[in-house]
């Protein structure tokens, strides 16, 4: 039986719903913007600036709360000696920096489910302190939740990013229910003593966090993305609401609005984030929401919160109303909501685009954490030296993919050109370089003498650069030398410049380039890096983009014209009467073929409004190689980029390696640290010859259908 409140209690009820809608909006989007901030790649020092500002923000908005709300600034002087305040700053600390690494391992909604579980925790912290077991009601609830949890799990395959982000998440939902008791069971504390607390604590976590973020940002620089800043912003809001809150009831009250929270956060997080298309997901969270709405209807609970029907009925039907929207829009397919993925756009489950999405996360952490220490201590200008400006879309996703790692850095930059940027930047003159500039030679696979125009030129710039004092860093490459002679003269030469002072850092995208390298060039530092184009991140197929003109295709083969290029992925005859009796259509293409896919006039973008270039469309060259692999459900290419496009993509693919065997040498590295790399629901498979390649596609589509 719920208890109504008195007149006199009105103005306090709708202040608690007041404080408890800012505290659900704040929350729901903290959630979105978290998972953005490290989706855009982990370090420990992405985590520690973030756990830095997120504690800096709570401390400003303690003081501002209570300025607003009391006419005078918080006070910070709090008995930490105390057993119990010691205890409420550690489950503080230690739920801030879990809820952290749970968004890292785990998307928006999955971070979600597992924090449902906080009602468990909430009545086992309970049954500690209290020496009482729940009420049937709650065992019930509890039971529920836990059910629903299990079955939303099981649209995923275990691996140790579900675990560690399971295992992050429910950390989280532990420690802040900790802290909530451990608060108001403290004699010591007034009504307003949770607010005052709460600046404190920020201040106590702060201290040791903030002197670490020091020292690293004097050393080794801030890559802090925007979303960082608006994340920490929301937390530190959702903070002081949920203590607002706390300050002016009861711990259980606390907990079951926050178990409305989870609701609601949950439902955001889905619409929003569109990170979940499974029916088992769904049907688990129902169960969870059932759970949780069992348990809050515990009689004794609701006596203790204060709030009437009338207050309590705006949360209710907003949770409510946005499950009830979400199931049936998703039921009906609607494209606002979830967005249907054409059956040939690649793989459609969740499990298999949550492990993509990992997938390339943990390369571009690679990346980030292989070039931060060589970037980020420059003190002077940044010049990326000849980024490809011409036909092959390869070259091209290079340098989209370096000018990713710079904007990813924070790392201002200038560019010049020598050979690959087609006149359509300034020329670089290596003389006007300063003391303290790095020059970041462009990737490739030219280091050798397969395109040894291009590396001429580079070892021409070497002497002048040392003469000059610039780093000089070569972005991942490919070496490979057909003249053993041509390879020593080379080695000799590079070594002689670096014993005489040449500043030399170079990145290799494969391990034998590396062990080669790491051998000839003697003081130098070589780096072992997944290729760069990786950076440009997950791309979706987008049907806007293709010419209407232009039929799908079972199967693309984009194979190489050019000396590169190895018999066995030569089309022939024989090809031909494998597709033609498993009555399957075809294409045979290469890149300078992508612009009759291309419609123009499409809206839909790739690259995120980034351009990377005045002078050169970005836009228009990806956009043209996307709508050329749109318009088939499977790719087979001897090409090194077009199989890391199809990555990107998610789309089935199979590649064949060309006469370097750079293909399968590039994607081992790039790959080897990321167990969600190698699932096998990401449909990617190596092939000997083109017959091998056609049969392994056709299983490909025999999965599809």
Same mark, same amino acid.
């Given at each position: 039986?719920?208890v109504a409140?008195?007149?006199n209690?009105?103005?306090?009820?709708l202040?608690l719903c007041t404080?408890?809608?800012?505290?659900?909006?704040?929350?729901?989007?903290?959630?979105?913007f978290? @998972?953005?901030?490290f989706?855009?790649g982990?370090g420990?020092g992405?985590?520690l600036?973030?756990?830095?500002?997120?504690f800096?923000?709570?401390i400003?908005?303690g003081?501002? &709360?209570s300025?607003?709300?009391?006419?005078e600034?918080?006070?910070?002087q709090?008995c930490?000696?105390?057993?119990?305040?010691?205890l409420?700053c550690?489950?503080?600390?230690t739920?801030?920096?879990?809820?952290?690494?749970?968004?890292?391992? %785990?998307?928006?909604s999955?971070t979600?489910?597992?924090?449902?579980?906080?009602?468990?925790?909430?009545s086992?912290?309970h049954?500690?302190?209290?020496?009482?077991?729940?009420s049937?009601?709650?065992?019930?609830?509890?039971?529920?939740?836990v059910f629903?949890?299990i079955?939303?799990?099981k649209?995923v395959?275990?691996?140790k990013?579900?675990?560690?982000g399971?295992?992050?998440?429910?950390?989280?939902?532990?420690m802040?229910?900790?802290?909530?008791? %451990? %608060? @108001?069971?403290?004699q010591?504390?007034?009504?307003?003593?949770?607010?005052n607390?709460?600046t404190?604590?920020?201040v106590?976590?702060?201290?040791?966090?903030g002197?670490?973020?020091?020292?690293? %940002? =004097?050393?080794?620089g801030s890559?802090?993305?925007?979303?960082?800043?608006?994340s920490?912003f929301?937390?530190?809001?959702?903070?002081?609401?949920s203590?607002?809150?706390?300050?002016?009831?009861?711990?259980a009250t606390h907990s079951?609005i926050n178990?409305?929270k989870r609701t609601?956060?949950l439902?955001?997080?889905?619409?929003?984030?569109?990170?979940v298309?499974?029916?088992?997901?769904?049907?688990g969270?129902?169960?969870?929401?059932?759970g949780?709405?069992?348990y809050?209807?515990?009689?004794h609970?609701?006596?203790r919160?204060?709030?009437?029907?009338?207050?309590?009925?705006?949360?209710?039907t907003?949770a409510?109303v946005?499950?009830?929207w979400?199931f049936v829009?998703?039921a009906?397919?609607?494209r606002?909501?979830?967005?249907?993925?054409?059956?040939?756009?690649g793989?459609s489950?969740?499990?298999?685009r949550? =492990?993509?999405?990992t997938c390339?996360?943990?390369?571009?952490r690679?990346?980030?954490?292989?070039?931060?220490?060589?970037?980020?201590?420059?003190?002077? +200008?940044?010049?990326?030296?000849?980024p490809? &400006?011409?036909?092959?879309i390869?070259?091209n996703?290079?340098a989209?993919?370096?000018f990713?790692?710079l904007r990813?850095l +924070? @790392?201002?930059?200038?560019?010049?050109?020598v050979?690959?940027?087609?006149?359509k930047?300034?020329a670089c003159?290596f003389?006007?370089?300063?003391p303290?500039?790095?020059?970041l030679?462009?990737?490739?696979?030219?280091?050798?003498?397969?395109?040894?125009?291009?590396?001429?030129?580079?070892?021409?710039?070497?002497?002048?650069?040392?003469?000059?004092?610039?780093?000089?860093v070569?972005?991942?490459?490919?070496l490979? &030398?057909?003249n053993?002679?041509?390879r020593?003269?080379?080695?000799?030469y590079?070594?002689?410049?670096i014993?005489?002072g040449l500043?030399l850092?170079?990145?290799w995208?494969?391990?034998?380039s590396?062990a080669?390298?790491?051998?000839?060039?003697?003081g130098?530092?070589?780096?072992?890096?997944?290729?760069i184009?990786f950076?440009?991140?997950?791309?979706?197929?987008?049907?806007s983009?293709?010419n209407?003109?232009?039929?799908?295709?079972d199967?693309?083969?984009?194979?190489?014209?050019?000396h590169?290029?190895?018999?066995?992925a030569?089309?022939?005859?024989?090809?031909?009467?494998?597709?033609?009796?498993?009555?399957?259509s075809?294409d045979?293409?290469?890149?300078?073929?992508?612009?009759r896919?291309?419609?123009?006039?499409a809206?839909?973008?790739v690259t995120?409004?980034f351009t990377?270039s005045?002078t050169f469309e970005f836009?228009?060259e990806l956009?043209?190689?996307v709508a050329?692999?749109?318009?088939?459900?499977?790719i087979i290419?001897?090409?090194?980029h077009a199989?890391?496009?199809?990555?990107?993509m998610?789309?089935?693919?199979v590649y064949l390696?060309?006469f370097?065997r750079k293909l399968?040498a590039?994607?081992s590295v790039?790959?080897?640290?990321?167990i969600?790399c190698?699932d096998?629901k990401?449909?990617?498979?190596?092939a000997?010859?083109?017959?091998?390649?056609v049969?392994?596609?056709?299983?490909f589509?025999n999965d599809?259908t």
């Open positions: 039986m719920c409140t008195s007149t209690e009105r103005p306090r009820a202040k404080l408890a809608s800012c505290w659900f909006l704040t929350h729901a989007y903290y959630n979105v978290t @998972k953005q901030t989706d855009t982990l420990i992405l985590l600036d973030t756990l830095t500002l997120q800096l923000f709570s400003l908005a003081h501002l &709360y300025l607003c709300t009391h006419g600034l918080t006070t910070t709090h930490f000696n105390s057993r119990s305040m010691q409420v550690l489950c503080h600390f739920g801030a920096v879990a809820t952290n690494l749970s968004y890292v391992f %785990l998307s928006a999955f979600q489910v597992f924090k449902a579980l906080e009602p468990l925790f909430t086992l912290v049954a500690f302190v209290n020496k009482e077991l729940p049937v009601t709650k065992f019930v609830a509890v039971l529920l939740i629903g949890v079955v939303s799990t649209s395959e275990t691996s990013t579900l675990t560690y399971a295992f992050f998440a429910c950390t989280s939902s532990l802040f229910p900790v802290r909530n008791v %451990l %608060l @108001k069971q403290d010591l504390f007034r009504q307003r003593e949770p607010l607390t709460f404190s604590i920020s106590a976590c702060g201290k040791y966090t002197a670490v973020s020091m020292i690293k %940002l =004097i050393l080794f890559a802090l993305p925007p979303q960082a800043w608006v920490a929301l937390f530190a809001a959702y903070q002081i609401f203590f607002a809150f706390l300050s002016e009831t009861t711990a079951i178990l409305f609601f956060s439902a955001f997080s889905l619409i929003l984030m569109r990170d298309d499974s029916s088992t997901f769904y049907f969270a129902i169960y969870i929401f059932v949780l709405s069992i809050v209807r515990d009689k609970c609701i006596i919160t204060y709030l009437d029907h009338r207050c309590l009925l705006p949360l209710l907003t409510i946005m499950h009830a979400f829009r998703r009906a397919g609607s606002l909501l979830i967005p249907k993925v054409h059956r040939n756009d793989l489950g969740t499990a298999a949550e =492990i993509h999405r390339l996360n943990d390369i571009r690679q990346i980030l954490a292989i070039f931060s220490p060589v970037l980020l201590p420059i003190t002077g +200008k940044l010049i990326l030296i000849d490809a &400006y011409h036909s092959n390869g070259d996703m290079l989209y993919g370096e990713q790692l990813a +924070k @790392k201002p930059y200038e560019e010049c050109g050979i690959q940027s087609h006149g930047n300034q003159n003389n006007q370089f300063g303290n500039d790095a020059a030679w462009h990737a490739g696979g030219n280091w050798g003498d397969v395109w040894r125009s291009v590396h001429d030129e580079r070892l021409k710039s070497f002497p002048v650069l040392m003469d000059r004092n610039v780093t000089i070569g972005m991942p490459q490919s490979h &030398y057909s053993v002679n041509l020593e003269k080379d080695a000799l590079i070594t002689r410049l014993k005489s500043r850092k170079l990145a995208r494969e391990e034998q590396h080669i390298a790491t051998h000839d060039y003697k130098a530092q070589n780096m072992l890096s997944p290729d184009a950076m440009i991140g997950p791309i979706r197929s987008s049907q983009l293709l209407p003109d232009v039929n799908h295709t199967i693309l083969f984009l194979l190489r014209q050019d590169e290029s190895l018999n066995t030569k089309f022939d005859h024989a090809v031909e009467r494998i597709l033609t009796k498993a009555s399957k075809w045979v293409v290469d890149w300078d073929a992508r612009h896919f291309y419609n123009s006039n809206q839909d973008i995120e409004g990377g005045s836009e228009k956009g043209s190689a050329m692999f749109t318009a088939s459900s499977v290419t001897d090409r090194l199989s890391i496009l199809a990555f990107l998610n789309k089935p693919h390696d060309q370097t399968s590039t994607r790039s790959f080897r640290q990321s969600a190698k096998a990401l449909k990617h498979a190596a000997e010859n083109l017959q091998q390649a049969r392994q596609a056709l299983r589509l599809e």
